[in-house]
């Protein structure tokens, strides 16, 4: 499977992030990976969308190896179009990057899912889910339910797929 990430800058020095591993173990899965950055996205006017990306030799990898290699001349730079991909994970932060860059990857994404790409974190499937801490309660609701149990029945009667947990 070739597998696209997407993440704010390709030389981070973070080896212990999760980007890395989850692309360390993706190649020793025998999965290609490619990883570009918001800043090397491009839609063209032949309707075709791509990526500067960078990969690295098929092999076995820890993070720290994974990124030693990636930033050294044996990876393989080359723009690549998302058509070429199987899924797209979307990685980056987008509240520290740059005003300009803050929804290049989100965008990237959504444009990439019009061409039938799989796009995962993608605010669309997230933005459907519904999860505790995003659902939005009026004001007035919190204030009527008095006790715990009450606000439990009320979950369970109108978000029947929303598991609550206590904190």
Known sequence: MKIGLVVNVMDSDGSG????????????????????STGSLSYNPDDT?????????PGNYTSEKFLEV????????KWITVDELDVLLLRNNPSVQKAWAQLAGIH???LAMRHGLIVLNDL???GSVQKFEKV???HAVLESLERKSEYM???????????????
Do not use: C, D
């Open 153 to 167: 029945q009320y979950n369970r009667r109108n978000f029947s797929n929303v598991e609550l947990a206590t904190l």
């Open 124 to 126: 669309n499937g997230l």
């Open 49 to 57: 969308i791509r990526a500067f990306a960078r990969t690295v030799p």
């Open 17 to 36: 992030a999760t980007t890395y591993r989850l692309a360390a173990e993706a190649i020793n899965a025998g999965h290609e990976v490619w990883v570009m």
């Open 136 to 138: 939005n309660f009026s």
């Open 108 to 110: 990237f994404g959504r």
């Open 70 to 77: 990636f930033k050294s001349n044996q990876s393989v730079n």
